[in-house]
């Protein structure tokens, strides 16, 4: 416990509080779903979904103060429609996750800024439904969609300051996730692009 305090007191010592903020994010998911049945065959007839992201977290600087740390709670959802001639089905998920990431700014916080990130995600199914001709199945019984997922991103943000206590950003972010808990043949992964709109208020 005295070593943890201590490595708490020695990041802490390199903050600059006046650039540590919370942050809200909104915006669009774009899914396709890479699914392989358990003969390991994909679908050929999945398209692309859309659907809704909700995020609220905390960024800090590092001893860089272009590099900075986030940790944040997102709600995303990765949703897919497909069919042929005799069949049509669709699928509408919500998974709550940890985020982590981190990003580095090219302009150091000026009006104007541009940043880079990595990080990664770790969710876990809040609510799903398969459609398939007026049939409804609940995903939460099925282990290729429950569980733990891990999905790494990447992504860019241009932000603009509208004042000393905040600003703005534009985002996008590229991920693809993997289910570590599924031991079944039934793969499904999501490979998702991301629009973001954020609101960030710097804390005094």
């Known amino acids: 416990m005295k070593k943890l305090l201590l490595v708490l007191t020695i ?39 859309s659907g809704n992201f909700y995020e609220i977290g905390y960024a800090m600087p590092l001893s860089n103060e272009k590099i900075n740390l986030a940790i944040g709670l997102s709600l995303n959802e990765y949703n897919a429609i497909g069919g042929n001639t005799v069949n049509s089905y669709s699928w509408n998920t919500q998974y709550m996750g940890l985020k982590s990431s981190i990003s580095y700014s090219l302009f150091d916080r000026s009006s ?3 940043a880079f990130s ?22 939460m019984t099925q282990k290729e969609f429950s569980g733990v997922i891990v999905q790494p991103f990447l ?33 499904i992964s ?11 208020f710097n804390i005094q």
């Open 190 to 200: 999501f490979i998702n692009s991301q629009l973001q709109f954020g609101i960030h």
């Open 11 to 49: 990041i802490c010592s390199f903050q600059n509080i006046h650039s540590q903020e919370i942050y809200c994010f909104t915006g669009k998911n774009y899914t396709n779903y890479d699914y392989k049945d358990a003969t390991g065959i994909s679908n050929p007839n999945l398209q692309t979904g």
């Open 112 to 114: 104007f800024d541009v």
């Open 118 to 139: 990595a990080g990664l995600t770790i969710a876990t199914l809040m609510y799903g439904k398969q459609e398939r001709n007026g049939l409804f199945i609940d995903l």
């Open 155 to 187: 992504g860019f943000q241009t932000s603009y300051n509208i004042s000393q206590n905040g600003y703005l950003s534009l985002g996008y972010n590229f991920s693809k996730s993997f289910n570590v808990t599924n031991s079944t043949n039934e793969k």
